[in-house]
């Protein structure tokens, strides 16, 4: 009998996967084509970088690459779109998201069950590359299994650039724990946080070094840490310094022996130099810094992964000293794109969104935003060709080496057609399921709205 319960487990067990499968085999990924070439005609391409369009051109896509970009005509035996002179663009890029935690509350987050917020990431997943974002860098959350799913076409969503667990301090940036959780043991029992790879406390150069390394065992493309106080944090002060210069350069090491860097959250100068001074990469926000450290930034070369945070629209759910933290936030933004245009600081763009399914929609209106200091073509081209420059940071570590955010011959074939011109209009973003009328990643139509 307990044979026979076992078998019957099994295959119920089966049964349940089986039928996980059909979930995830949501409208995009199952109008997924899979012809080996896709040629668009008559299209003008905004190729990621230039100001202008080009003229009406045909671009074959073969294997999942772009193979041919052609004004005369190109003979192809597979699936033929007819652009009709609409535009078509790579796929948009986000620099700072969190793939794991957008649409789970805080609380679900981190006491919630495991496999519904999985199935939750899955779903956002794809409406994450139905809103024409083909590629994402994820800053902290345990997405190697999502990503995993995704490159083996289980699930439809964008390109994943993990990080793995954010690596924090007692009191810090990422530390959810509550007090009741305290005095720490050092080597003792993780906290719910860090077994389920959302978070890991470090509190000496040794142990950082120890973190690091295993999310890079576990394949972060980058590795991630809190520099200085956050907004959504409970116990940790915008103004609060978190690790100190010989943790950080410990990380930077453990990275760099990988072939990788290290990005870190800091909004303050302090944060920010210190960062600078032990080998950081990458600097994630920077509302807060002053002149002298966006100088630094620049003549390091270190690149800012900022954000349009321009109003309060962020903190939904957020307790009152929260909001009070994102409040100066939002008022330093206009201050980090000025100081980041006036210094030619090499700048990514991302939107952080966190806990908010519907802040997760307004993804391309963020991207829109930032017309209010960018022109159309800068700001598309910041998302797309520069936003990839960043990925190939990772150096032997980029999980997807290769061109990515250009329409060029040999890139990866993510792109977007768009019933309008969106150098002209950006906020054709902020739409996409009106103005993306095909949305294609790896080759792969995931969506064609284009009469038959």
């Not at 779903?123 to 299994?145: C, H, I, K, Q, W």
């Not at 915008?238 to 990988?258: G, I, Y």
């Not at 022109?375 to 940071?393: D, K, V």
Request: charged share 20%; net charge neutral; with cysteine.
């Amino acid at each position: 009998m307990s044979e026979l319960n076992s078998r019957t487990g099994l295959i119920g067990f089966a049964a349940l996967l089986a039928s996980i499968g059909m979930m995830f085999e949501s409208p995009a990924s199952a109008q997924a084509q899979q012809d080996a070439s896709v040629l668009f005609r008559n299209v003008r391409i905004f190729d990621g970088k230039g100001a202008a369009l080009s003229a009406p051109s045909n671009v074959l896509v073969r294997n999942g690459k772009i193979e041919k970009i052609s004004t005369s005509d190109i003979a192809a035996d597979g699936t033929a779109i007819s652009g009709g002179g609409r535009v078509l663009m790579p796929g948009l890029i986000d620099a700072h998201w969190h793939t794991m935690l957008v649409r789970p509350s805080p609380m679900a987050a981190l006491a919630g069950d495991i496999g519904y917020n999985n199935l939750l990431a899955a779903s956002e997943a794809t409406a994450t590359l139905m809103r024409g974002f083909t590629t994402v860098r994820d800053m902290g959350g345990p997405a190697f299994g999502l990503k995993q799913a995704i490159d083996e076409d289980l699930v439809a969503g964008p390109r994943i650039y993990p990080s793995g667990a954010i690596i924090t301090v007692t009191s810090g940036h990422g530390d959810f724990r509550q007090l009741s959780d305290l005095p720490r043991t050092i080597g003792g029992m993780l906290s719910r946080m860090e077994r389920i790879g959302g978070s890991m406390v470090a509190d000496s150069p040794d142990e950082v070094r120890v973190r690091s390394r295993e999310q890079l065992m576990q394949g972060a493309s980058q590795v991630k840490l809190t520099a200085g106080g956050g907004v959504a944090s409970p116990f940790s002060p915008l103004d609060v310094s978190t690790f100190t210069e010989p943790e950080l350069r410990a990380a930077v090491e453990a990275a760099d022996n990988w072939g990788t860097y290290v990005a870190t959250h800091a909004y303050t100068s302090v944060a920010v130099q210190r960062s600078i001074a032990a080998g950081v990469k990458c600097i994630e926000h920077g509302h807060l810094m002053d002149e002298a450290s966006a100088k630094l930034i620049a003549e390091k070369g270190v690149w800012l992964s900022t954000q349009p945070f321009l109003d309060m629209s962020m903190g939904a759910g957020l307790g009152p000293a929260e909001q009070d933290k994102l409040r100066q936030v939002v008022t330093g933004t206009d201050r980090v794109y000025e100081l980041a245009k006036k210094y030619r600081i090499k700048t990514a763009f991302g939107t952080d969104v966190l806990f908010s399914k519907a802040l997760a929609e307004k993804q391309g209106a963020m991207l829109a935003a930032l017309t209010r200091w960018y022109t159309p073509a800068e700001a598309l081209a910041m998302a797309t060709s520069t936003n990839a420059e960043l990925m190939a940071l990772s150096g032997l570590r980029n999980p997807y080496p290769g061109k990515l955010g250009v329409v060029d011959e040999g890139a990866y074939a993510d792109l977007l057609l768009v019933d309008g011109n969106p150098l002209e209009n950006l906020n054709l973003v902020a739409d996409p399921a009106k103005n993306f009328v095909v949305i294609m990643k790896g080759g792969k139509v995931y969506k064609n709205s284009l009469p038959k």
